[in-house]
């Protein structure tokens, strides 16, 4: 099962997300993620937070959304907590939406959640798309994209690719190491991630060009 999790900050547009949300059979809005589900159209089933940032006219349009309220002074952000549930209702896939924008802290925090063992697959702000990758991965991609990579977790990453303008064979990676501004050569690249996790990020905006 497919489940989304929306954030506060800058999110894709609706043409972009739409299908992507479609997949999703859970939907979580996280304190005001609910703006998210506004704009976009769609009625989570649940949302929690601490509710110190959610517009109020937004929740009244949705009054069968259960809500999951937590004090302020927690340990685990919303996004965790939003995470976390994801995973209780059984989403084996969690999608993020949102975060882009706004304070580098809160940037940085959700970017952190890839280090973990129970990581997010995919996280959309405004601009980007950031992936997680284990195992074998085919990606479709724009000809000419650029994208970046970067190891995440403890163990050290090696992985092979196809399709990238720079490969990534016999590569080893630690944490503080990265791989920026590669290029896809072909509409379809492939990844296989023989040890350790990677992420990788790219651009939504037009094609760029090597």
């Known amino acids: 099962m497919e489940g989304c999790l929306l954030i506060g900050g800058k999110g894709p547009e609706r043409s972009f997300l739409g299908p992507r949300i479609a997949a999703c059979s859970l939907i979580i809005a996280a304190d005001s993620g609910l703006k998210h589900a506004r704009e976009l159209g769609i009625e989570p089933s649940e949302i929690v937070g601490d509710f110190d940032s959610v517009d109020q006219e937004d929740l009244a ?3 069968n959304i259960r809500t999951h309220c937590f004090q302020r002074d927690k340990d685990d952000t919303d996004t965790e907590i939003g995470i976390k549930l994801l995973r209780e209702r059984g989403a084996e ?3 993020i939406v949102g975060g882009g924008g706004g304070r580098l802290d809160h ?4 970017l952190s959640l890839f280090h973990r063992e129970n990581a997010p697959d995919h ?11 284990q195992g074998r991965c085919s990606i479709e991609l724009p000809k000419g994209k650029r994208v970046s990579f970067f190891p995440v977790g403890t163990q050290i ?13 016999q590569l080893e990676w ?5 791989g920026i501004s590669n290029v896809a050569t072909r509409t379809t690249i492939e990844i296989e991630v023989e040890e350790g996790r990677l992420i990788m990020m790219y651009d939504l905006g037009h094609e760029d060009r090597a």
Do not use: N, Q
Not at 174 to 178: K, V, Y
């Open 174 to 178: 630690r944490i503080g190491d990265f």
């Open 157 to 169: 990453c090696r992985m092979k690719s196809k399709g990238l303008k720079w490969p990534l064979d």
């Open 93 to 95: 896939t969690v999608h």
């Open 61 to 63: 349009l949705f009054p």
């Open 123 to 133: 996280w959309y702000t405004h601009r980007e798309h950031i992936m997680l990758l």
């Open 107 to 110: 940037l940085y925090a959700v």
